[in-house]
């Protein structure tokens, strides 16, 4: 399975974007994905995760700004964000695990997308 991220750009401070996560093959038994991001000269973070049974879960600096989703009949992910901040400009990833119980053993997931650019201007 491929993951190919789309959506990034530039978008001044308050401003949105939509990322999306394409998959090549069925999300449906994906369980979590999730959206990271790493900015230039910082390591990789989470930004948000969702299950299978769509629960949530966020990083602190990004709680009510930003939500994800998934879309399993277009196997597709997304991350909507509202009132960018310039702290948020980096590359986003999505990722994707095939078990839940694998990637609660080792915390890792199987599939990682490219990456889709985001920089937000203050």
Do not use: H
Request: charged residues 20%; proline residues 2%; contains cysteine.
């Amino acid at each position: 399975v491929q993951l190919v991220e789309s959506g990034g750009g530039l978008v001044q401070a308050g401003g949105s974007l939509r990322l999306s996560c394409a998959a090549s093959g069925s999300i449906f038994r994906f369980n979590p994905m999730g959206w990271y991001r790493q900015a230039p000269g910082k390591e990789r973070e989470l930004v948000a995760t969702i299950s299978r049974g769509d629960s949530t879960n966020y990083a602190d600096s990004v709680k009510g700004r930003f939500t994800v989703s998934r879309d399993n009949a277009k196997n597709t992910l997304y991350l909507q964000m509202n009132s960018l901040k310039p702290d948020d400009t980096a590359l986003y990833y999505c990722a994707a695990a095939r078990s839940y119980s694998d990637y609660e053993k080792s915390g890792e997931y199987d599939y990682w997308g490219q990456g889709t650019q985001v920089t937000v201007s203050s």
